[in-house]
């Protein structure tokens, strides 16, 4: 199901709160149909793709067992995007390479001397002496 679904969200397509009655949802789609139907705006070409959204958030939510399934699957999408994210983080000892041993305790010139003496340095190594030394 989630495959077909738009990315907007129905209520917000027909103007409701998740909370709305069957008869709010009627009351709203019938609005929207009467302003968007392509005989009340002939020239309008942005028309049709909306009026298209406002019939399809209307079947899924007229529906009780639609709207049902619609709900639990929204409620789900917005806990997964609440929770947060992992950030994945390598972390290596001063004795992993010889030259980490001159890492940033060492005055920033030198440190800095030290970063152009090793091209081949640790990306990381780079952005700590950027962040703290300002290099």
Known sequence: MSGSRPARDHYAVLGLRAEASPEQITSAYRTLIRALHPDA????ASADAELAAVIDAYHTLQDPLRRS?????RG?????????VRIPVRVRS???TGA?????HLHSAEYSRTLVALPNRDPFDRLVAWLFYGM
Do not use: V
């Open 94 to 96: 001063a004795t992993d």
């Open 69 to 73: 399934a619609y709900d639990t699957e």
């Open 100 to 104: 980490r041993a001159h890492g940033p």
């Open 76 to 84: 789900q999408k917005r806990q997964a995007a609440s929770r947060p």
């Open 41 to 44: 705006r002939p020239g309008a």
